[in-house]
Every structure is written in C-alpha cells, then in structure tokens.
C-alpha cells in the first residue's frame, strides 16, 4: 500500500537539530492557531492541526523521533518490508488500512503506537473453524470531543493478499462522553475475517486524546501549567484559568511553591458514573522576570538588601563546620 | 453488541454504544473458545476480574473479560505461555502501556 512521506519538522516549522524545547513551543504556538477547540474556522483548521499533532507525537518522543530521522533518508525502501512491532497490522492473510482515524497513513505504517495487535486463536488447521483475530488500532480524539462525546465516521479497508481483493467498509464510532486515553471501543465483525466458515474477529479503536496546547489528561483528570510571578507565589493571588468548559476564578494561596498542585474538583472529564466528573488541577509555575528594567532591577536589589533569606547561609555555615 | 442506524440521512452503521453486556462464566467460556475451568483459573489468578454482583456465588464477565481472555488465548497459542509467563508477560504489557502514556503525556 503506497504511503507519502511525511516531513515532520517542516509541518512544525523547527530546524532537524531543534532541542526538545523548541518543538514544544513550536507545536504550542501552531496549536494555539489551528486546534479545534480553539480555532474559529473549524473546518478549515481540523485538517491543518491533524498534521501539527502527528509530527508533535513523533517528534517530542525520542524513540519515535530517532526512528523517524533513521526513515528519513531512505524511508521508500523500508516500505513493505515492516521491521519493528509497530507494523503487525498486516496479519498473514489480511491488510488493514484505516481513514478517520486522525492519522495519516504514514504515521499508521510506521509510529502507530500499540500497533495492531492480534488476539484470538491461531488458524492451522484447514479442517477446523476458527473466529478471526481481533485487531486493535488508535483513534485520535481532542480533548473536546472527550469532554462532550463525539460521531466519528471511519472507513475501513481490507486487501485479502490470498485473493488481491479489497473490501472498503464504512462506518461511525461513537465517542462516549468522558473517553480517556487508552480506552478501548469496539467495533464488532471488523476485525479479520473467519477461518472455515467461523466469525469474523473485533475491531477495537484505542482513544488517543491529542495534545492540546494548554492541557493534559491523565484518565478523567485534566491537568494546566499556570505560570505565576515570584510575588505572586509569596504574596498569594487570585488568576483566571481556563478549563475545557469556562475560565474559573481561583485564588493562589500565600507562601505557595514551584510545581504546587492547585486542585478544583469536578472540572474534568466526565466519569462513566453519570453526573460525576474527574478533577481539574493547577500547576503553578513560577517564572523569573525577563529583561528587567532599571526600576524593576531597583527593587529586586531593594528586596537583596532587606531580604531574610536564610537557607543558603545556614548551608553554607553547615558546611564550614568541621 | 448491534449497531445503532439511527443516525440519519447516512446509512453507515454506528458502533461504540455503551452495553451492561455480562456474561456468565459458562457463556464467557464458550465465546472465548476455553472450557469454565480455565476461565475460573484465570479469575484466581487476577488476569480478569468478575464485574460486581450481589450473587457472589455466580461471577458475571463484561466484554473487557472476553477480550481479555482471547488475547490471553492468542497469546498462550502464538507463544506457548505457562500460567506463571503469562502472569509476567501481561505485567510487563500493562507496565508498557503505563509508560508509553507517561511518554506522551507526561508523569503526574
């Protein structure tokens, strides 16, 4: 099945040397421009983000990203003749291709991350009837369509390699509310084919929740990096942030430390328990003032001088003691 | 599980519709092809747990169960597992999964 190449780093705009860091930030600020939940042309947008977030899955993963730079120069050659794990959507007799799925067919052939695993029995014997492998494959979701439940429409084809031909079949996946990531919807009879006459194996999508520039989920609990002031942290403050359904007013307490988690209950996504939800939770960054000016520079050397700043002093006196 | 084709105008079938689907140890067995013996095994072992019921007595099995118990199969078939390498391999399957989401979206 032929696959165009992708070029990740032109699709996030970085140098193929970029450090971790820069990648982050490049997929931050095209992100902000193209996601979903965040775009105002939608449907202009979707196609734009998909590509964003599939280089940003290959590329902030070092393994996936080393892979990718080792395809990149003879990455043609390599097709058809799959050499790792990540390629056993091919069983022996069938080849599964996907569309709707929020991957290319790129990312699928070579960086689909649980691949697409067979379960069910192995068929040796001819005179024997035997239920058709499962097989297992991703759906990328937003974190939008996680919160409100999602229809997906997805096509499905299948090239039989016995008999040359290919079986397009099309159908909707239906997202339930509150879908975390790694959670498995099943799509019955759409897995491989029977053996002598048995069923038909399952197909089952693994929700893959896509990055989204201001937020990151962990089961039904969504988490927020909020970058604060130093004075903020000391003095305490009140900040507006944004969740998935709403800014929220919420008050940073005095005295609060770098990385403290702030927790909002039932703000996250739903649970299968109708009417509960899982947590929203802050993340406080602390960050030093860039390029400061002579008045603000006044202060902090102000702030040195009658500072009462013990804890390397005392080090320091430990230290010195024999 | 059947597809819902409420969905108007188009005709493609939906699937994903949550179901309480719960199978009885017998049933859970036949359709995972392995005798109520094994399944009772593999219940004692922790590879599948029973979904809650107030019959302790009689254990009833979600779908989870029944794809678990053919990817067990499929493994014990494809590589020859002993209880106790399942046991390891299913470990070191769900420890895989755990890291590759820490890998994706970060420890918490």
């Keep these: 099945m032929t696959t165009d190449f992708k070029d990740y780093y032109a699709t996030l705009g970085v140098d193929r040397n970029a450090s971790a860091e820069e990648i982050k930030k490049a997929f931050r600020k095209l992100a902000r421009l193209y996601h979903p939940d965040l775009s105002k042309d939608k449907s202009s947008s979707d196609a734009k983000f998909k590509a964003i977030n599939e280089a940003n899955e290959v590329l902030r993963d070092p393994v996936k990203r080393k892979k990718y730079d080792q395809l ?98 099309n159908f909707k996946v239906r997202i339930p509310p509150g879908a975390t990531d790694g959670r498995r919807i099943r799509v019955p009879g759409h897995g491989e084919q029977g053996f002598g006459g048995g069923p038909s194996g399952d197909l089952f999508l693994r929700v893959r929740h896509a990055a989204h520039p201001d937020f990151t989920s962990l089961n039904t609990d969504i988490f927020h990096e909020l970058d604060i002031a130093p004075w903020e942290a000391v003095l305490g403050a009140t900040v507006t942030v944004p969740t998935l359904d709403g800014s929220i007013r919420m008050r940073v307490p005095p005295n609060s430390e770098n990385g403290q988690r702030l927790r909002v209950r039932g703000r996250g996504l739903p649970k299968e328990k109708k009417g509960s939800r899982g947590d929203f939770f802050v993340i406080l960054q602390v960050q030093l003032p860039q390029n400061l000016s002579s008045n603000e520079r006044a202060l902090w050397e102000q702030l040195r001088e009658g500072s009462s700043f013990p804890r390397r002093q005392k080090q320091n006196e430990r230290s010195t003691t024999p | 599980m059947k597809p819902d084709t409420s969905e108007k105008p188009s005709n493609f079938p939906v699937y994903g519709k949550e179901t309480d689907t719960a199978y009885t140890i017998d049933v859970i067995a036949e359709l995972a092809d392995i005798d109520s013996k094994t399944v009772l095994r593999y219940q004692e072992s922790g590879f599948i747990r029973p979904v809650h019921t107030s019959n302790k007595a009689a254990p009833l099995f979600d779908e989870e169960c029944l794809r678990k118990l053919r990817h067990i199969g499929h493994l014990r078939a494809t590589c020859g597992f002993n209880d106790t390498g399942l046991k390891l391999i299913l470990e070191l399957l769900h420890e895989v999964e755990i890291l590759r989401q820490e890998q994706r979206l970060g420890p918490r």
């Design chain 1, 72 to 169: 990149g120069a003879n990455w043609d050659q390599t097709q058809g003749a799959p050499q790792n794990p990540y390629h056993s959507q091919e069983t022996p007799e069938q080849e599964f291709h996907f569309d709707g799925t929020g991957f290319s067919d790129f990312f699928e052939q070579y960086f689909s991350s649980g691949g697409f695993n067979q379960h069910g029995q192995t068929h040796t014997r001819a005179s024997q009837v035997y239920r058709g492998n499962d097989i297992e494959g991703d759906i990328l979701i937003t974190l939008d369509e996680a919160m409100t439940g999602a229809l997906r429409s997805v096509s499905l084809q299948t090239l039989n390699r016995q008999t040359g031909q290919t079986k397009t079949r």
